[in-house]
């Protein structure tokens, strides 16, 4: 493997692992987001709060999209595994 595929490997290696993480990433914020401004809105400003909704959400979107995930990232191996 030249270096060039092998900085090619890497970029594309990023690039998917990124891709993979977006879904549960914006949830997370978006939930972070809402419950920020319901808590500025109420006053209550315990942590807890605000950390179990964001959790739950983003495991139930990990659970949601972890099929697709999987499948990029197998993907991103086979195409790897033949020398690009």
């Not at 030249?2 to 900085?7: F, P, R, V």
């Amino acid at each position: 493997m030249g270096e060039m595929q092998i900085l090619e490997l890497v970029r594309q290696s990023l690039l998917t692992g990124g891709l993979a993480l977006v879904p549960v990433l914006a949830v997370g914020f978006a939930v972070a987001v809402v419950v920020g401004l319901m808590q500025a809105a109420t006053g209550v400003q315990e942590p807890l709060v605000g950390l179990v909704p964001r959790l739950l959400a983003m495991g139930l979107v990990l659970l949601m999209t972890l099929p697709w995930m999987v499948e990029q990232l197998a993907e991103l191996f086979r195409v790897s595994a033949t020398g690009m």
